[in-house]
C-alpha cells in the first residue's frame, strides 16, 4: 500500500493526556485554574465617548439610512420618519408615483385641448389659403380663353391665332378640373369632441368650386368642339387641282389622289362630334362626302372622255359645294361665340365673387 507522508498531530491530539497520565510530564493547569489566570489580567483602557459616537455614525453611513433601528419588530422604515408606538409604518412612494402620472395625464389632455382645436383651425385655414389661389388660378385664366375664343370665330383670322387656341383651352380645363377635383376631395379627420367648425365653414365654398369647375370644364369642351369644327372642314376635300382635261397618265395620277382624298373626307366626317351648335354643319359635310364619292367617278369618266365642259361643270359643283360648307360653318362659329362669349364674362363674375367669400 502507498505511505502517506506524515502530518503534524491535530491541536489537543499530541499524546500529551498520555505522559500526564504516567507521570512522566507535569500535568497542565486545570480549567479552574485557567479562569483564575484570566482574571489577574488587566484588561485595557475604555474608548472615550468621542470614538464611540464617531463608531456610532459611522455604522449609521454604513447602512446608508436605509433602516431604522427603531422601528418595531424590525419593520423596514425609512429614517426621518415618525412612527407612532405600535403603528406599522406603510411605504409611500407608489402614492406618489401615482400623484405623478395623474398631473401628467391631466397636463396631456390640456395640451390636447388646447393644441388639437387649434391644429384643426390652422388646417382649415390653410385650405381657405389653397381654395383661394386655385379660384384665382382659374380667374385668371379667362382673359386668354376668350381671346382664343375671339381667333377661333373670326373667318379672317391667321392660321397661327387658331393654333393657339388649344393651349388656351388646355389651361382652361386643367384650372377648372383642379377647382373641381379640390372642392371634392375629403376634409381632414379630427379627433372625437375636437370642433369642426373651421371645416364646416368650407362647405359652401366647396359647394360652389364644384359648380365652377364644372361650368370651366364645360366651357372649355365646347370651344375645343368649335377648334375641331373649324380646323376639320378646312381638312376635307384636300385635292385643290383640278383640270378641265388630262392625259391618260395625268388622269390615273389625279384618279389615285381622289380615292386618297375621298377616304380621309370621309373618317374626318364621321369624327366630328356631335354638337347642338353645329347639327347644321356636321349634316352638310355628311352630303358632301357622300356626293363626294359618285362625283370622282363622273369627272374621272368626263375627263377620259375629254369632254372639258362636263369637267367645268363638276368643278364649279365640288366648289359650290366647299362654298356652301364654308357658309354654314361661318355661321356656326358666330353662333357659338354670341352664346359662350357671354358665359366666359359670367364665370368670371361668379369666381371673382367666389374668391371674396372664401373663409379667413
Given at each position: 500500500m502507498p505511505k502517506h507522508p506524515p502530518r503534524d498531530p491535530l491541536p489537543?491530539?499530541?499524546g500529551r493526556w498520555f505522559l500526564e497520565l504516567v507521570g512522566v510530564v507535569e500535568p497542565s493547569l486545570e480549567s479552574t485554574d485557567t479562569y483564575a489566570t484570566l482574571e489577574g489580567?488587566?484588561?485595557?483602557?475604555?474608548?472615550?465617548?468621542?470614538?464611540?459616537?464617531t463608531a456610532a455614525a459611522g455604522a449609521a453611513a454604513v447602512k446608508g439610512a436605509l433602516v431604522d433601528d427603531s422601528a418595531p419588530n424590525g419593520e423596514y422604515v425609512p429614517l426621518g420618519t415618525e412612527t407612532p408606538a405600535g403603528t406599522p409604518q406603510r411605504r409611500r412612494w407608489p402614492w406618489v408615483a401615482l400623484a405623478i402620472l395623474a398631473i401628467t395625464v391631466v397636463g396631456v389632455v390640456?395640451?390636447?385641448?388646447?393644441?388639437?382645436?387649434r391644429s384643426a383651425d390652422e388646417e382649415a385655414a390653410r385650405l381657405a389659403s389653397q381654395y383661394r389661389s386655385t379660384l384665382t388660378n382659374m380667374r385668371n385664366e379667362l382673359p386668354a380663353t376668350q381671346l382664343a375664343l375671339g381667333s377661333l370665330t373670326d373667318p379672317a383670322a391667321v392660321d397661327e391665332d387658331v393654333a393657339a387656341?388649344?393651349?388656351?383651352?388646355?389651361?382652361?380645363?386643367?384650372a377648372s378640373g383642379l377647382t373641381a377635383s379640390e372642392a371634392?376631395?375629403?376634409?381632414?379627420?379630427?379627433?372625437?369632441l375636437v370642433p369642426r367648425t373651421a371645416f364646416d365653414a368650407l362647405k359652401p365654398t366647396r359647394s360652389t368650386m364644384t359648380i365652377l369647375g364644372a361650368t370651366g370644364r364645360d366651357l372649355a369642351g365646347r370651344i375645343g368642339v368649335a377648334y375641331t369644327y373649324r380646323t376639320t372642314m378646312g381638312s376635307l376635300f384636300a385635292v385643290d387641282v383640278l383640270p378641265n382635261s388630262a392625259s391618260g397618265t395625268a388622269v390615273t395620277e389625279l384618279s389615285l389622289a381622289l380615292a386618297t382624298d375621298l377616304a380621309d373626307t370621309g373618317r374626318l366626317v364621321a369624327d366630328l362630334p356631335p354638337d347642338?351648335?353645329?347639327?347644321?354643319?356636321?349634316?352638310?359635310?355628311?352630303?358632301?362626302?357622300?356626293?363626294?364619292?359618285?362625283w370622282q367617278l363622273e369627272y374621272l369618266e368626263a375627263l377620259?372622255?375629254?369632254?372639258?365642259?362636263?369637267?367645268?361643270?363638276?368643278?364649279?359643283?365640288?366648289?359650290?359645294?366647299?362654298?356652301?360648307?364654308?357658309?354654314?360653318?361661318?355661321?356656326a362659329l358666330i353662333g357659338?361665340?354670341?352664346?359662350?362669349?357671354?358665359?366666359?364674362?359670367?364665370?368670371?363674375?361668379?369666381?371673382?365673387?367666389?374668391?371674396v367669400v372664401v373663409p379667413g
Open positions: 489537543g491530539n499530541d489580567l488587566v484588561p485595557p483602557p475604555a474608548p472615550d465617548d468621542t470614538a464611540t459616537i390640456a395640451s390636447g385641448a388646447y393644441l388639437l382645436p387656341v388649344p393651349t388656351a383651352i388646355a389651361r382652361l380645363n386643367s371634392t376631395a375629403p376634409l381632414p379627420e379630427t379627433l372625437p347642338a351648335s353645329f347639327i347644321e354643319v356636321r349634316d352638310a359635310a355628311v352630303s358632301a362626302s357622300e356626293r363626294y364619292a359618285t377620259r372622255a375629254k369632254d372639258a365642259d362636263r369637267a367645268a361643270q363638276l368643278i364649279a359643283e365640288r366648289g359650290a359645294a366647299l362654298a356652301a360648307l364654308d357658309e354654314i360653318l361661318g355661321r357659338v361665340r354670341t352664346e359662350l362669349d357671354p358665359l366666359v364674362v359670367e364665370l368670371a363674375g361668379e369666381l371673382e365673387a367666389a374668391i
